[in-house]
């Protein structure tokens, strides 16, 4: 394959990635005004957020075997479409004070970013392994950039006084417009494939200890990650008397240490390997973590903040680099450790906000140290494979 074909790849594929993080991030960190325009409280929000992860976390499984049938290109664009309907759907309901046609956004967006998110990391995993570099915690980055993006957007709107609706709708019609062409940069359809080996089942891998494994790695660094994406903003509106336009800055700065943690955290993993790299950043996920729900004011929260997007930032990028070692399998196995994942996605937003509603928001957020506990635990599971291992 032609240098050339590899370096189109390659800057779709973080294209991709990030146009992922400004559909994301662009509405999240207006989460205090979807609640205020939809009447929700604490717990109704949780429960709301839930539409967007239960729909993620039904719809992975399926991701695997699309992507493998389909190729990563045409699946990215499927989820992509997918995603723009949802924002569509997500923006009419909050315009209309209607929580069930937002619901349905909701629903439309989970489902389509299961399918994108596969689907790019199998995408990028191939173009790693092609390159022969670790190039994974870039392509996270670029995905980390855009939710910069999508957050200063949400500040600036935020202050200028644009409605989400607004917002929502324009990002909508971008992403559709930068996914139509990007996808046409994808690696020829199969080109991974290597037809003489075995391509394995979703049950075979739901069988195997280190995919499973991985998948528990991604369960705690998905939670700690989500529990920022989705509570963060809140926790310094309800917890500091923060505005919504700080919240959106704090929300910016946690996100800002991520896409710095991912940008440099490639020259850490080659150096020191990925257990050990992993290991770093969940103790400053911790550090970070308690900072922010320390109550010692707003400037000590947004240190925190730093320390815990630097802290989350490889958990994600180097447990499915670690699931698509075996290029054979690699679909599958995304999907499957993917799967249990997005369990940190489902149990979380109703979780923080039941607790966030009896105990205050400062102490609903201590769950997330047990999700810091199981991705260090599982750290081990993401040592490369060895030869034999792969088949």
């Not at 109703?350 to 991705?375: D, Q, S, T, Y």
Request: proline fraction near 5%.
């Amino acid at each position: 394959m032609s240098a050339a074909t590899l370096t189109r790849a390659r800057i779709a594929v973080a294209v991709t990635f990030a146009t992922n993080g400004v559909a994301f991030a662009g509405w999240l960190a207006r989460t205090p005004a979807v609640r205020e325009d939809l009447g929700l409280s604490s717990a109704g929000l949780g429960l709301f957020l839930l539409c967007l992860s239960g729909a993620a976390v039904a719809a992975i499984p399926l991701a695997g075997p699309l992507v493998q049938r389909l190729g990563p290109g045409r699946a990215v664009l499927i989820g992509s479409m997918s995603v723009v309907a949802g924002l569509i759907g997500l923006g009419t309901g909050t315009a209309l004070g209607s929580i069930p046609v937002a619901g349905v956004g909701l629903v439309l967006i989970g489902m389509g970013n299961s399918t994108w998110d596969v689907a790019m990391n199998v995408e990028g995993a191939d173009v790693e392994r092609r390159v022969g570099r670790t190039l994974m915690p870039r392509f996270h980055a670029a995905f980390s950039l855009g939710t910069v993006a999508g957050a200063g957007l949400s500040a600036a709107m935020a202050a200028l006084g644009v409605s989400v609706t607004a917002q929502v709708y324009g990002t909508a019609v971008a992403a559709a417009a930068v996914m139509l062409v990007t996808t046409r940069r994808f690696l020829p359809p199969h080109a991974a494939d290597h037809p003489e080996q075995p391509r394995g089942s979703v049950a075979e891998a739901w069988r195997e200890p280190r995919t499973l494994l991985i998948g528990v790695l991604l369960l705690g660094f998905g939670f700690t990650e989500g529990a920022a994406n989705d509570w963060l903003a809140i926790t310094l509106v309800d917890g500091y008397g923060a505005s919504e336009t700080t919240s959106a800055v704090g929300f910016g700065f946690f996100v800002t240490a991520m896409t710095l943690g991912r940008l440099f955290g490639g020259a850490v993993i080659e150096r020191w390997g990925r257990v050990v790299a992993l290991r770093v950043t969940a103790v400053s996920a911790l550090a970070g973590l308690l900072l922010v729900i320390s109550g010692a004011g707003l400037p000590v929260a947004l240190a925190g903040a730093l320390l815990w997007g630097a802290g989350a930032s490889l958990g994600f990028p180097v447990g499915m680099s670690a699931a698509a070692d075996d290029p054979t399998r690699a679909a599958i196995r995304v999907s499957v450790a993917g799967s249990i994942g997005y369990g940190a996605f489902l149990a979380g937003p109703p979780l923080i906000g039941v607790l966030a509603e009896h105990l205050g928001p400062f102490r609903a957020l201590l769950v997330v140290i047990a999700a810091i506990g199981l991705g260090l635990l599982a750290s081990g599971a993401t040592r490369p494979l060895q030869p034999q291992e792969s088949r």
